[in-house]
């Protein structure tokens, strides 16, 4: 039987159980379509920090290299460790040394769930660059504690990342309905700005059959409220997007159904999976939270993996679920209640 390698790393809080939930619901869909996943569970975690004091081994980017796909749940518990540290020790350097440059994250309401809106009907593919941007981490601090301390923290665009991460862009917008918004805040930031919708504009007569848009941040944040049925694929920066897709996770009814991953296309190491919730340290022992995002995060790796087949029946599964009224308020359900609806649909 065809088999996949995947590695697992639950990390902290809620990642534990609802990476166990998509396990589990993915293992049923890949015995269902004639495929094998092989799961190697890696323990690294704020856990894992305070007993070795990393939040990964120092060869954990090699051992990961060799799998298939990464699916991850949640990193960070600030009152242990400090967000800057367990994030820069195990999320971000995987993101970066695997060149998952592009960040993918679905926004639309699944069947069941109201949502804060009164427009329902909306289908949004936010990509976000992943690897540079404002996030590059390329800065300093001088004169530490003194009067006159300096803080500086450059944003690098490069002419490389910004034009593999639109093309990906007009290529998701070609398979879908056509359509590319640009975000970008080039009125103010006349340098790295300018440059993106520049390479923007030339990569639009690449692709004819795209209808492009641009928009600045604050329009689009704006947008995303008032009118999401407007929108198809949108690809903003590290900053911009991140800041999105937050606003796309509360317009699709919270974090829970909050999908992604971080894809590298070149295939040239693995990608990772991962909802994009944190790991809810407060809720963490309720056993209440919504394992759909992490759910919907491992039909997107089925995806990845070739399996269209069996993602395609993770994310019926899912809406049969949440059309039965199944996960569709917070705290209504258990993780288990929510993952036995979702095994049930899948048959
Ligand atoms: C996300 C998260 C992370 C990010 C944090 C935890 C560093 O907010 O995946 O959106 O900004 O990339
Ligand atoms: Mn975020």
Sequence with gaps: MKSHKIALIPGDGIGVAVTEAAWEVLGRAGRGAGFA???????????????????????????????????????????????????????????????????????????????????RQFDILCIRENTEGEYAGAGGRVHGGTADEVAVETSIFTRKGVERILRFGFEQARRRRGKLASVTKSNAQKYSMVFWDEITARLATEYPDVAVSNYHIDAMAARMVIAPESLDVVVASNLFGDILTDLGAAIQGGLGYAASANINPERSAPSMFEPVHGSAPDIAHLGTANPIAAIWSGAMMLEHLGETAAAAAVLAAIEVATSRGIGTEPGKHSTKDITAAVLSALG
Excluded at 43 to 64: R, V
Excluded at 77 to 97: E, F, N, Q, T, Y
């Design 37 to 119: 996943l092989e799961g190697t569970t890696f323990p690294w975690s704020c856990d894992f920090y305070e007993k070795t004091g990393a939040m990964m081994p120092a060869d954990g980017i090699e051992t990961l290299r060799g799998f298939d796909a990464i699916l991850l749940g949640a990193v960070g518990w600030p009152a242990r460790v400090p967000d800057a540290v367990s994030l820069h020790g195990l999320l971000l350097p995987i993101r970066k040394a695997f060149v998952q440059y592009a960040n993918i994250r679905p926004h639309r309401l699944l069947p069941g769930v109201e949502g804060p809106l009164r427009v």
